[in-house]
């Protein structure tokens, strides 16, 4: 979910210095609207069609446009950085799903009533890893969307942390990993951790010790909700008062594997350590 420097309360409270109470009213209620509107939405997928770089898209960006759209006029780019000079490619399309070349950065706009809508934020598209046989893969489809680019800082960190041994088994085996917290939340019973070869990020993870939870379920919910509040932000120009922290699931590689009497867990969720705004506010 989306924050104010990790938001409470007391830091909305702390905006009426900024903003005045009516203001806030209609801040707060678009923002969690925008949350609950994503929530029963599809969810984007894309598909790799032919190696290694054809990316199949299909629409709606739930979590980015509302439509439904007369057309969609998409651009693709290898940098966020939407500059006309350098866009890779673009069109507008009459349909839901076209072909990406090159994966990279996507944004898009959708026209309506002879309309079009502002620009989307951009977001990062990448190929999709091989599926490993024990994950279904309607599971797999829908996950892949959020998947950390193979090409983060940090991936390589990740693989070496996740491949040396079974890190997620139990609490006990987090711990000895070098991971800080290992006790789940008392009610999303979520372990919420850091490690110090991660400096930066938050990782949010299940045991595989632990039952009746959804790991896919739980990650790609919290990253679509982080996308509509980013994307209503945006649209409002409240950068400067809001931050998003951006979030992605990491597949957990598939050996180690753990014990058959044990339930295994696939994914985990990263996310950036947006500090805490701390400092309180004082009435000039």
């Not at 925008?34 to 997928?45: H, I, K, N, R, V």
């Not at 797999?140 to 997620?168: C, G, Q």
Request: proline residues 8%; contains cysteine.
């Amino acid at each position: 979910m989306g924050c104010l420097r990790r938001c409470t309360l007391g830091h909305f409270v702390s905006l009426g210095v900024i903003l005045n109470w009516r203001q806030m009213y209609l801040l707060i209620l678009f923002l969690f609207s925008s949350c609950l509107f994503a929530e029963d939405q599809d969810l984007p997928t894309n598909e790799l069609l032919s190696p290694p770089q054809d990316i199949h898209i299909s629409f709606p960006y739930a979590t980015i446009l509302d439509g439904p759209w007369e057309a969609l006029h998409w651009q693709s780019n290898s940098n966020p950085t939407f500059d006309q000079e350098f866009i890779h490619s673009e069109n507008i399309e009459t349909t839901e799903e076209f072909s990406l070349v090159n994966p990279g950065y996507i944004r898009m706009r959708g026209l309506q009533y002879g309309q079009w809508s502002p620009w989307s934020l951009p977001m990062q598209v990448t190929a999709r890893a091989l599926r490993p046989s024990y994950v279904e893969a309607d599971v797999w489809e829908t996950a892949s969307h959020y998947f950390l680019p193979d090409n983060h800082p940090i991936k390589p960190v990740l693989d070496e942390i996740f491949s040396a041994s079974r890190v997620t088994l139990t609490q006990k085996t987090l711990k000895k990993a070098g991971f800080k917290n290992t006790k789940p939340g008392k009610y999303s019973h979520t372990i919420v951790t850091t490690h110090p070869k991660l400096k930066g990020y938050i990782l949010k993870l299940f045991t595989d010790s632990q039952t009746g939870v959804l790991d896919w379920a739980s990650w790609v919910g919290r990253i679509r909700g982080a996308e509509a509040v980013r994307q209503a932000v945006h649209n409002h120009g409240y950068e400067n008062i809001f931050v998003v922290p951006k979030k992605w699931i990491y597949p957990l590689p598939e050996n180690p594997a753990p014990p058959p009497e044990y339930f295994r867990k696939n994914f985990i969720l990263i996310a950036e350590d947006v500090n805490v705004y701390k400092k309180k506010c004082k009435q000039s």
